[in-house]
């Protein structure tokens, strides 16, 4: 029977010349051997999240691929798992990775699951975390002794973006809303509810609803009971593709919907069957200054433009490549501390690193050299509480006519201190 071991246990059960002796081979102070920087990948690829979650999961695991195509000083160990958007499955899968010696992993992505893996795997195991697409405001708070990161903004913030297009861009004063019964829903449903109050508007009722159900009917029905200017619907795609068809087959499409980053998937209009013309979104916007490069990259990996948060995955998995690498050891309580480091802007004035240089982000950190790395998603700052600090969101909306369905009408930028 083979025994499956913590990590912590493993690094307990070394005396202290073992310990010294292990952190000297793989320190990058003038050590021969190649640091292997060993990352693990927490992301869904089965669930009511996997149509956007496997294009998140090929932006994270392509920052490995860039740094081994050159003469890098480091290797990377990556292990990707499917967290099947469920906090239980995703866990227990978490464990694995902790237990396997994973000091730090991309993910996971939705709010619900991350909360959970976080509390209950992560932070008990001194295993750093950066999410790429965990957006609620709970993840501010929590009590994580800095390990927890993310690149995605704050729904803190989104829910202000909604109420802003909502009554000016769609010129509504009244909407109800449908959001899934979890903690990405209802924080985004509570944000948005106040910042759309706070404009003169009435939100007529806010209707939870639970993932992947066979009918919406019933849900639609109550919130469409009180003939809102706008509905605002958040949720899922697999969820998201049964609760348009229901509403297409009741309801015209004078009334403006408006969705969240969760449905932006261009998959979603020929799956429900409907032109979706009257469905609106706001979402995180990559316009990073190293975006264009992060582009290129995507599209000669993969043959196709990068959709929503795949940016945001890429700038998690390579600032914590450059963070490990910096601390040339795979611990986490080592690897957190140059988060910042190698994110922010610093008082001694680094040389710049982005996804176009990559490659020389990884020498300059196994080197100690200061680097301040700007991304695809945005300038990648994190703040006290390991958020970003300025995010712009996209404004767009189905219009089957353009490539990939969804255009962008309109940008919204938010900037912090």
Request: aromatic share 8%; net charge negative; proline share 5%.
């Amino acid at each position: 029977m083979v025994r499956e071991f913590n990590r912590r246990d493993v690094l307990g059960s070394f005396g202290g010349a073992a310990l010294a002796g292990l952190a000297g081979c793989i320190s990058q102070s003038g050590g021969d051997e190649s640091f292997e920087a060993r990352l693990g990948v927490l992301l869904p690829l089965t669930g009511d999240l996997a149509s956007v979650g496997k294009p998140i999961r090929d932006g994270a695991i392509l920052p490995k691929n860039v740094i081994e195509s050159g003469d890098a000083p480091i290797t990377i160990d990556q292990r990707v798992e499917d967290s099947q958007t469920d906090p239980q499955a995703a866990v227990s899968t978490a464990e694995d990775l902790v237990n396997a010696g994973y000091p730090m992993i991309t993910g996971p992505a939705s709010s619900g699951v991350n909360m959970q893996v976080t509390q209950e795997s992560l932070i008990p195991n001194g295993v750093v975390g950066c999410s790429p697409s965990s957006t609620s405001p709970n993840v501010t708070t929590l009590d994580d002794d800095d390990l927890i990161f993310r690149t995605a903004p704050s729904d803190a913030l989104q829910g202000q973006v909604m109420a802003q297009v909502g009554s000016e861009n769609l010129e509504s004063n009244s909407a109800s809303a449908l959001y899934v019964n979890n903690d990405y829903g209802q924080a985004l449903f509570e944000s948005f509810n106040g910042a759309y109050e706070d404009r003169g508007a009435t939100v007529e009722t806010g209707v939870a609803f639970r993932k992947e159900k066979d009918s919406y009917t019933t849900e639609l029905g109550e919130a469409m009971e009180s003939d809102p200017d706008m509905l605002v619907v958040i949720g899922y795609p697999a969820s998201g593709i049964q609760i348009f068809r229901d509403f297409y087959s009741e309801y015209s499409t004078d009334t403006d919907i408006l969705v969240t980053d969760g449905l932006q998937s261009g998959d979603l209009p020929g799956n429900v069957g409907e032109e979706m013309s009257n469905v609106y979104g706001t979402a995180p916007l990559p316009s990073g200054p190293g975006n264009d490069a992060f582009v290129q990259q995507y599209e000669d990996e993969y043959d196709r433009s990068p959709g929503v948060f795949n940016a945001h995955a890429y700038d998690a998995s390579a600032v914590l490549l450059l963070a490990a690498t910096r601390a040339g050891e795979n611990d986490g309580d080592t690897i957190k501390e140059e988060m910042r480091t190698v994110a922010n802007p610093g008082d001694d004035s680094g040389t710049e690193i982005s996804p176009a240089n990559l490659i020389e982000g990884i020498e300059l950190a196994s080197q100690g050299e200061p680097i301040n790395y700007v991304g695809a998603s945005s300038s990648v700052d994190f703040d006290e509480n390991g958020d970003m600090k300025a995010v712009s969101y996209s404004f767009w909306r189905f219009d089957t006519s353009v490539d990939g369905n969804i255009e962008q009408v309109s940008t919204v930028e938010f900037g912090g201190s």
